[in-house]
């Protein structure tokens, strides 16, 4: 019986050896999406404010959480008007909603390294499910010694379905493409 309970603490001790939560290196890391303009042209946008944590009790992150807030005010598209008009009630309306959020709910492995990362995506207010592509591109451990994984998720979303634009598909997609890629380091 003593040997069975030291050998429950042992592996409770080697899976909570991993649990760990981790943090954004914003230095590292960005948040970008791409439209069409007038069915001709790709436009693309970054935010520059954002948090996001990831919690994983195992090395390959097959059980990964992620929790992403983005300060929607931060959306830079690298012309002032355009810029101005996203903070406008008929697009992000970042007076009443000034943050974007997103929380994971699921995660299946797909392959070596590959996810799909399901989760809720609330922006306006209006909460959506959405599943991304998830890749680990890799895990390191940094110059003062913390472990750090870089990721990329990728997906699209319909930017009516969120109540952001009225504006025809012709003018600007409704289909909207997500990028962030990033590292992540262990507190």
Do not use: C
């Not at 050998?7 to 970008?32: C, G, M, P, Y």
């Not at 008007?81 to 970042?94: E, P, S, Y």
């Not at 994971?104 to 492995?109: A, L, N, V």
């Amino acid at each position: 019986m003593k040997k069975a309970v030291v050998l429950v603490l042992s592996l409770l001790a080697s899976v909570s050896s991993f649990a760990q939560k981790w943090t954004t290196d914003k230095a590292h890391t960005k948040v970008n999406f791409t439209v069409t303009h007038l069915m001709i042209s790709e436009v693309d946008g970054t935010f520059r404010n954002f948090d996001a944590t990831l919690t994983s009790s195992k090395e390959d992150f097959s059980d990964a959480v992620f929790e992403f807030t983005i300060d929607a005010k931060s959306v830079n598209t690298n012309q002032e008007n355009r810029d101005a008009h996203l903070q406008k009630a008929d697009m992000f309306d970042t007076e009443k909603y000034p943050t974007i959020t997103f929380k994971s709910t699921s995660i299946k492995s797909v392959g070596p390294k590959k996810f799909q990362l399901g989760g809720d995506l609330t922006i306006k207010g209006v909460t959506k499910p959405i599943t991304v592509d998830l890749t680990l591109i890799g895990t390191t451990t940094n110059r003062q010694g913390k472990k750090v994984a870089g990721f990329k998720a990728t997906g699209t979303i319909n930017r009516t379905a969120f109540g952001v634009g009225a504006m025809p598909a012709a003018v600007v997609s409704e289909e909207v493409e997500l990028r962030a890629s990033g590292e992540f380091v262990a507190n």
